[in-house]
């Protein structure tokens, strides 16, 4: 995704969390503790779990400060208005202006736009300063660790490398599909992306996590950078199912 599409879908997600949270303002003034409130809090956290994930820089504060706030287990209605106005009028706009001002820096970096545009959010937040700082080898672990973290992070596993992506993309018990199961091509795309992502972590995740004398130059390292942001890209986008209870 290029930065341009990058910022509108970081938009939207900010424009649905201001939805929601006019919803939720509503909910209260007129229910007291209503269930509908609480049901949107929820949806609105699903947004916020987005834009932490693909966020341009990492450890926003801003985006931490509206995290606390939502996560705010208030008891008093009064005090929940005042904490979700707060939150419409005070760190919405503050996170705006962050986004704004980070796609205006993003947009002047002329000499790196081509490859960050690119490279998928995820990989940008865990490798692309240390790409920058000419830290060839932890960018290229950082993108395989991060593409893993992913898949954790849309399937609930607790296992890595080979064990976790034959969990989650199993062919008889798949918590993520790619597009269907149900044709020989839908099928053969499952299992030839299980091989891929198995031999990403065999083949360039395990070497240079043992080895420091495995450091790439900056071309090879920007390619790496790509290659895992395509995996980020089918991972984000594979559709979660629930597993069979076997």
């Known amino acids: 995704m290029d930065a341009l599409n990058q910022y509108m879908e970081l938009s ?6 201001i939805t929601k949270a006019y919803d939720i303002v509503s909910a ?15 949806y609105i956290k699903d947004d916020i779990r987005y834009l932490r994930r693909a966020w341009p820089v990492p450890d926003s504060p801003i985006l931490s400060k509206l995290e606390t706030a939502i996560s705010m287990n208030l008891k008093n209605v009064s005090d929940k208005l005042e904490q979700w106005n707060h ?8 996170i705006s ?24 959010p995820i990989i940008i937040r865990s490798s692309y300063r240390q790409y920058i700082e000419g830290l060839y080898r932890d960018a290229v672990l950082n993108a395989i660790v991060a ?29 993520l599909i790619l597009s269907t199961l149900d044709t020989d091509s839908g099928m053969n795309e499952q299992k030839g992306f299980i091989q891929i992502l198995q031999g990403s972590y065999i083949g360039i995740r395990n070497p240079k996590a043992h080895s420091l004398q ?11 950078l790509v290659f895992a942001s395509l995996l980020a890209r089918r991972i984000e986008e594979a559709r979660v199912i629930k597993p069979k209870i076997m």
């Open 12 to 17: 939207r997600h900010l424009r649905s969390i």
């Open 28 to 42: 209260f003034a007129y229910e007291g503790d209503s269930y509908v409130a609480f049901d949107t809090i929820r």
């Open 87 to 94: 939150i419409i009028t005070v760190l919405i706009p503050d």
């Open 97 to 120: 202006d962050e986004l704004d001002d980070l796609y205006i820096s993003l947009g002047n970096r002329t000499e790196s736009y081509g490859l960050e545009g690119l490279i998928h």
């Open 147 to 175: 593409v893993f973290d992913l898949i954790r992070e849309r399937t609930g596993f607790a296992e890595d490398g080979v064990q976790l992506v034959g969990k989650a993309f199993s062919i008889d018990n798949p918590v």
């Open 214 to 224: 495995m450091n790439p130059t900056k071309d090879v390292a920007a390619q790496y």
